[in-house]
Nanobody, 124 residues
Framework: QVQLVESGGGLVQAGGSLRLSCAAS????????MGWFRQAPGKEREFVAG????????YYADSVKARFTISRDNAKNTRYLQMNSLKPEDTAVYYC?????????????????WGQGTQVTVSS
């Protein structure tokens, strides 16, 4: 079982940076693929970035590629999303998720555990 708690959200100006953290508890953190999703009001949850259980593979949505970086520190039971060059369209609630899947899942239905979300607001 995995429990996830996001932190690090806030209000930033366009072009700025934030680093989101996802603290995990449970005995098998390193055995799960991890992903970040986001959801704006009135819109469906969308994939942002994912990393395989081994950390050897990453996958990014085209909208954030070259701006966001996903990483994980299994020793600290924490996963990060470094967000640079933020745009107003990045404004959303960001969720971390864990999947008992091979590779890097990119759809919400493939994930088994979810955090409660952290708000990211980017002003223009």
């Amino acid at each position: 079982q995995v429990q996830l708690v996001e932190s690090g959200g806030g209000l930033v100006q366009a072009g700025g940076s934030l680093r989101l953290s996802c603290a995990a508890s449970g005995r098998t953190f390193s055995s799960y693929a991890m992903g970040w999703f986001r959801q704006a009001p009135g819109k469906e949850r969308e994939f942002v970035a994912g990393i395989s259980w081994s950390g050897g593979s990453t996958y990014y949505a085209d909208s954030v590629k070259a701006r966001f970086t996903i990483s994980r520190d299994n020793a600290k039971n924490t996963r990060y999303l470094q967000m640079n060059s933020l745009k107003p369209e990045d404004t959303a609630v960001y969720y971390c998720a864990a999947a008992k899947r091979v590779g890097v899942p990119s759809t919400p239905s493939e994930y088994d555990y979810w955090g409660q979300g952290t708000q990211v607001t980017v002003s223009s």
